[in-house]
């Protein structure tokens, strides 16, 4: 009994065995017969051509070892693969998916440039049948859902042996579940030369996460289809346009579903040793209501341009008499909108060192975001009908038809744009503090140099120019201190002072459409104070 046991266990084996390694054939070859299919078919330009095939049946896996694509015309080597590992799920007795393809050591030469990259990987659930969607013009949807690509070296020979040596240490992209979006999207580690321009670059890091782009390239591809044979003004390309321009707006004042975005470590260097660089740019805290933004946190920390005075001769000479070389800038910004009261408000503040600080409060009264979006989709789509409506003036045309001509225009537009941007609030405060802190020396400085005149003087001619020509263009609106409060900022030390701005009636469509130059200081407000203390510049 045991020896039959032992027997029949055997022959299990042998059955499985030979099952097994039948069916590993049959995989290998469904392969082969894939590669076969492509290089028959004389629309692709390249024909593939594989050293070795294995296959494991159990782990759904395939590998092929150096891989080479040949032109088809010319039989020169295009690109070369040391590896590409598969893994595949069978679908039915005759198909299969790709789910996962790994390549590594990627060469792709050309005349004029090279490609290295280390490794690829795509995910998927059927990444053949994504690329055959996406060659269509069609998003892949779930059959494409992620994509890393590492250690990208790229050179390229420019004329005159103005070479070019450009890499990226890594770049990630993750779809979302239907694939019309993004998930995340990360790349480091770029870095840049051209040694015979002697230009040098590099960036750290971008990320971001979120994005929707399906309603955006849906409409585009219909514009397209409707415009293919059709005439420019015809009712189709209109209506086709008229869709595209909508879900632009609609998509730009949704920040195209992005939730965050940071950009790390960016530097530029050029020939004349002048650089730029910037710490970090980044924006986070997304609020959305209605499909609109309506709160955001924002930041540039250290925007620098350095050895300014490398620029040219004339702004060494220039910029040498001011002892300015460098030019720094920090910026803070956020918003967030109050659902009780209906508002949102927002704080920016920007500083230049050794020029000025300005902060800014505002605050935006009874915002209704579902109405804003409606009334500025709206003039997105008016814009575009009269745009192509337009009848340009005749050829023979007087310069008098023409101004009257372009009258109308800026009139139309005009009307339009108060037509949308009133309505969906009641009201706005605004409050704008500004602390000089080196930009009025400096500027009268060049401007006393220039002129043949002392600092002080240049000082006084300026405040004096600017102070008749506010109290001239403002007329009764001109706050009464305004004289005192220019000519506090202009002295040495100089005093800050914030400018107050409110609306004291409501801004509807009927109020500025009745308002001009004469009336406007019944609806608008000013108001000039001085700040002692400075600006504050804590962080928001």
Do not use: C
């Amino acid at each position: 009994m045991k020896n039959r046991l032992i027997a029949i266990v055997a022959v299990l084996i042998a059955a499985a065995a030979a099952t097994y390694f039948y069916l590993n054939h049959q995989f290998e070859q469904k392969i082969r017969d894939l590669i076969a299919a492509y290089n028959s078919d004389i629309g692709n330009e390249v024909i593939v051509s594989v050293e070795s095939i294995s296959t494991n049946l159990f782990a759904k896996s395939a590998e092929l070892g150096g891989v080479i694509l040949q032109e088809r015309e010319s039989d020169n080597t295009t690109a070369t693969v040391k590896s590409l590992s598969l893994n595949i799920d069978t679908l039915g007795a005759s198909s299969f998916a790709i789910r996962r393809a790994a390549l590594d050591d990627l060469k792709i030469a050309g005349a004029d440039a090279n490609l290295q990259v280390g490794s690829v990987t795509i995910e998927g659930a059927d990444l053949a049948g994504a690329m055959n969607t996406f060659a269509s013009g069609e998003f892949a949807g779930p059959l494409l859902q992620m994509m890393e690509v590492n250690n990208i070296r790229f050179h390229v020979s420019g004329a005159d042996n103005d070479d070019g040596d450009f890499g990226l240490e890594t770049y990630r992209v993750v779809l979302s579940e239907d694939g019309r979006g993004i998930k995340e999207l990360v790349a480091k580690g770029f870095s840049g030369e051209l040694p015979k321009a002697k230009v040098t670059m590099k960036l750290d890091s971008v990320t971001m996460t979120g994005g929707e782009f399906g309603a955006f390239f849906d409409a585009f591809k219909e514009m397209q289809a409707a415009t293919n044979d059709a005439e420019p003004k015809s009712e189709e390309a209109i209506e086709a346009a008229v869709k595209l321009a909508r879900a632009m707006m609609r998509e730009s004042l949704n920040y195209m579903g992005i939730d965050s975005f940071s950009l790390v470590g960016f530097e530029l260097k050029v020939p004349t040793g002048t650089s730029v660089s910037l710490k970090r740019a980044q924006v986070s805290d997304i609020e959305r209501r209605e499909g609109v933004i309506v709160g955001v946190r924002s930041v540039i920390e250290d925007l620098i341009i350095d050895n300014l005075q490398n620029t040219s001769p004339q702004a060494r000479q220039m910029l040498a008499l001011v002892d300015f070389n460098t030019l720094r800038m920090n910026m803070q910004s956020v918003s967030h909108f109050d659902a009780a009261s209906k508002s949102t408000k927002g704080t920016s503040l920007v500083v230049f060192d050794n020029l000025f600080a300005l902060r800014s409060d505002a605050t935006i009264h009874d915002m209704d975001p579902a109405l804003m979006v409606e009334k500025l989709v709206n003039l997105q789509e008016e814009q575009i009908r009269n745009a192509m409506a337009m009848q340009e003036p005749e050829p023979d045309a007087t310069p008098e038809d023409i101004a009257a001509f372009q009258k109308q225009t800026f009139d139309n537009m005009l009307a339009m744009y108060k037509k949308a941007y009133t309505g969906f609030y009641s009201g706005l405060d605004l409050a704008i503090d500004l602390e000089d802190r080196g930009l009025v020396e400096k500027g009268s400085t060049l401007y006393g140099v220039m002129s043949g005149m002392t600092p002080e003087q240049a000082r006084q001619m300026l405040v004096a120019a600017l102070t008749a020509e506010l109290q001239q263009s403002l007329q009764e609106g001109a706050p009464a201190n305004l004289a005192g409060v220019l000519q506090d900022y202009v002295n040495v030390p100089s005093v800050p002072f914030r400018l107050s701005v409110r609306n004291l009636a409501p801004l509807t469509e009927e109020a500025l459409n009745t308002m001009d130059a004469n009336n406007w200081q019944t609806l608008i407000g000013l108001e000039l104070q001085q700040l002692p203390d400075g600006v504050d510049d804590t962080a928001l």
